[in-house]
Every structure is written in C-alpha cells, then in structure tokens.
C-alpha cells in the first residue's frame, strides 16, 4: 500500500533519525516511521553517503543531510517553524545546530564505542533492531560485525582515548548548561523547540539509552534526561512565542557559543587548514587539551557554509551579534577569508 507523505527510513540507534523524526513529528508533517532493515538496504543501496535517515520525499525522490532538509521542510511546510523568526537568533539556532551535529556527535561515538560494556550491549541491540525475530544466533553473527566495523573506525573520527579528555570533559559541560536551563526554560531560544534543541535531542538521545552515558546523565543531569523524553514527540505541543530580540540570550546559548569559538571553531579550521594542504590527519589545542583525527571534507563544507551565513546577515543583525560573537570567540573564525 503507498503512503502519500513522507517515509522516514532509520533507526532508533540513530541520533540523526531521532532528530528528524522529532522534527517531523512536532511539525506535523504526514509520515511514516520505518525501522532500516536489511529489505531497506536494498531499496536505498544507490543512496549516497550510505547513511540514516533516508527520507523518501511524496515526489519519490530520496534525501539525507539532515541540516539542508530541515530547511527544505520549511520552504516547503508552513507552520511550526523550528527557524527562530529573528535573523540574528535563526543564525545562532544553526550554529548550535551544526555544533551539535558535528562536535556532539563524537560524545555519541565516544561513549558507544570505546567501552566493552557498551559495545557489546549496543551491537546486540542495533543488530536486533534490524533483524528482530529472525533468530538469537544471526543477531550475534551482525552484531560483531558491525562492533568489528565501528571499533575500527573510531581513531579516524576521533574518538581515541588521545581524546577522550576533551570529549568528555565538553559532554559533562552541556549536560550541566542543559540540565540547568531547562528548569527554567524549556527550549534554546524562547518558548518553542529550533533546529539547535532538535540536533542536541538526536544526539543525546543515544546518550540517554546506552550504558555508560545513560548512568552519567541520570547522575548529572536528570532533567536534561527527561526533556530528551519529551522532545522525541511534541506534537501536541502548542509553544509560545520565540525570544524577544531585545531580550538578553539565555546563560546556556551564551556559554554554549564559548564552547563554539574555544572547542568547535578551532576544530574546524584546524581540519579546513589540514584539507586544504591536503594533509590526512589534523590536530588542535583546546581547554588545555590535545585533539587529533582525520581529516573530513564534509566538515570544510560546514566552516564554510557558516561563514557564508553570517556573510549573508544584514547588517542589523550582524551589529547585534557582532558583541556576542566577539565575547564568545566566534567572531574572527566566522569573518576569517
């Protein structure tokens, strides 16, 4: 039977998924949800980068770069909109966003993959989640493999124990912006959830679930734990209105942007200087901390396009962030040629 919205195919185990499936829902987008099995695989094997979720549009086409369809879902759906209305917020919105996607993204890996506990108990679960019912011995066979594959990918996109210090010590700091501000604000930027709050519920919903991260965050951050719970599907949620301009940023958005220009900025012009000369590995310095991995391409398109973005600003809005970016250490990485 066809189905004349969107199909949604993921996993649960994918923090992207999670995003736009969260994004969807509370947007109230006609969809359906479909767990990636290996049937899936071969209906999207064409699919370039191999990688979750792939979204098959009404028109039959399929997409997915979660950050570009976001932005085509609003172009194409209106209401609801997860772009604050302020240009100058909508510009943080997607910093944080992009921060989350690419920084947090590694805290994700780190922590599924670099203890046995946790690669042995997510293999087997992601293995099931595709293979459900079809026999104990065949989800083990998969779920090493795919152990086998992850483990070994881990030095190329840094999370090595080289690393661990920094990656760690940046997961503790957002579980404490977070947990703390959601007690007193429930999303980013004013009383609706943006592309930012959507990109650090994908990832972080995979800290809630596997081991290790799961007893961290009940620990540290309790709150944040439960608002992941909620964000998964607001689609009854009505909100309120976005942050006044005038309205001073909330503390976690202005300390989450210090972490932008101390850790995430220097991460990726370390990487976009390190591609440029065509060098197969990078390494940086931040928090007083040693940082190495290899090099990305996708990851220069992501330098640039913020670059490009805050290019594009008026210049109203540029004068109201210029302070607030010069202050967090974002500023001269942004207007860098």
């Not at 007690?183 to 930012?196: I, M, N, V, Y």
């Not at 599907?233 to 972490?259: I, N, Q, T, Y």
């Not at 590995?281 to 991995?293: I, N, S, V």
Request: hydrophobic fraction near 40%; include cysteine.
């Amino acid at each position: 039977m066809s189905f004349e919205g969107y199909r949604i195919i993921g996993g649960l185990g994918s923090p992207y998924s999670m995003k736009m499936r969260a994004i969807f829902r509370y947007r109230r987008i006609p969809h359906v949800w479909i767990q990636q099995t290996p049937e899936t695989r071969e209906e999207t094997a064409g699919i370039r980068p191999p990688v979750i979720p792939i979204i098959q549009y009404p028109d039959g086409t399929y997409h997915n770069d979660s950050t570009p369809m976001i932005y085509d879902l609003e172009a194409r759906h209106a209401g609801r909109s997860v772009v604050p209305e302020d240009e100058s917020q909508a510009f943080l919105a997607h910093l944080l966003e992009d921060m989350a996607d690419e920084w947090a993204t590694k805290m994700m890996f780190h922590y599924r993959w670099f203890r046995e506990r946790d690669q042995r108990q997510m293999s087997e679960w992601l293995a099931f989640d595709s293979l459900m019912g079809k026999g104990l011995d065949g989800i083990r066979e998969f779920a090493a493999l795919f152990r086998e594959r992850q483990v070994g990918r881990m030095a190329l996109v840094g999370c090595t124990e080289h690393n661990r210090p920094l990656i760690e010590a940046t997961c503790t700091e957002i579980f404490s912006l977070l947990d703390a501000h959601v007690t007193e604000e429930a999303f980013l930027f004013g009383g609706r959830p943006s592309l930012a709050d959507f990109s650090f519920m994908g990832q972080f919903s995979q800290l809630a679930v596997d081991p290790t991260p799961c007893e961290k965050m009940r620990a540290e951050a309790p709150y944040l734990f439960r608002w992941l719970m909620q964000m998964d599907d607001l689609s009854g949620f009505e909100g309120g209105p976005w942050r006044a301009p005038e309205k001073r940023l909330s503390h976690a958005v202005l300390e989450l942007l210090r972490m932008a220009g101390s850790v995430y900025f220097p991460f990726l012009e370390a990487n976009a200087k390190a591609a440029e000369a065509g060098e197969e590995t990078f390494r940086f310095e931040a928090l007083g901390m040693a940082y190495e991995q290899g090099t990305f391409r996708y990851q220069v398109k992501c330098l640039s396009e913020l670059r490009r973005r805050y290019a594009g600003l008026s210049e109203s809005a540029r004068k109201r962030l210029e302070p607030v970016l010069e202050e967090a250490g974002c500023l001269a990485p942004l207007t860098r040629a």
